[in-house]
């Protein structure tokens, strides 16, 4: 079947370090998005990408990377963890043309910065 | 910009009871529209779906909601809730713009279903 995995599911990190959480999918889907979830805030686009070399930026990009060099992958990078991106992130993906629109989603990554 | 409000962060209901979740949402074009559930420790799963037609849509585990385009809401409804449907929601909206549908989601609802 296909899914759609996200590693590692727990990391603990220091302020300052860069991360990167990956995310895999096996749907084929063009549209790839990454989310935070954080309490009384619901989940917050962080960046997108529609296709291979494509990315965009979310509402909550700053201090966020992704690339998208094949189908199947967009990577997550901190660029320099710092506290406030302690969160739950999560990774979805959706296939492309009008009428499709639903986003599947990953058991998301628990990332928590000290 | 479009923008989603869930209006209740927590909802209490009895086992059996029924159950309405609001949502309000902004977007400037006909919109989609969407509820996921969240379990415990999971990522979200889609209830159900709206992009045309019938304004009533029918979902999974006898979840149902109605868009009102007046009102600019899609509440989600249940006439006899379970335990089991005790969890997270959220209401979402997007489009099909710019050749994908990046979604916004609501802050969600949490349900607890008392026995």
């Known amino acids: 079947d296909a899914e759609i995995t996200q590693s590692p599911r727990h990391k603990i990190t220091e302020t300052g370090r860069q991360v990167t959480l990956a995310c895999h999918q096996t749907w084929n889907h063009n549209n790839m998005f990454w989310y935070r979830q954080d309490l009384g805030h619901g989940l917050r686009l962080i960046h997108y990408s529609y296709g291979v070399q494509d990315t965009n930026k979310g509402e909550v990009s700053d201090g966020y990377s992704v690339s998208r060099s094949n189908t199947e992958d967009l990577p997550l990078t901190l660029e320099s963890a710092a506290s406030s991106q302690t969160s739950v992130y999560f990774c979805?993906?959706?296939?492309?043309?009008?009428?499709?629109?639903?986003?599947?989603f990953g058991e998301g990554s628990r990332l928590t910065v000290l | 910009a479009q923008s989603v409000t869930q209006p209740d962060i927590h909802i209490t209901v009895s086992e059996g009871a029924s159950l309405e979740l609001r949502c309000n949402y902004s977007?400037?074009?006909?919109?989609?529209l969407f509820w996921y559930v969240q379990s415990p420790g999971q990522g979200l799963q889609l209830l159900l779906k709206?992009?045309?037609?019938?304004?009533l849509v029918q979902g999974i585990k006898g979840f149902e909601a109605e868009f009102k385009r007046s009102q600019s809401s899609f509440n989600l409804r249940k006439p006899s809730v379970h335990w089991s449907d005790a969890a997270e929601y959220f209401c979402?909206?997007?489009?099909?713009?710019?050749?994908?549908?990046?979604?916004?989601f609501g802050t969600g609802t949490q349900l607890k279903v008392e026995l």
């Open positions: 979402a909206v997007g489009g099909f713009t710019g050749g994908g549908n990046k979604l916004t």
């Open positions: 977007y400037g074009a006909t919109p989609y």
């Open positions: 709206y992009f045309s037609g019938d304004t």
């Open positions: 979805a993906s959706s296939g492309a043309g009008a009428n499709t629109g639903e986003l599947f």
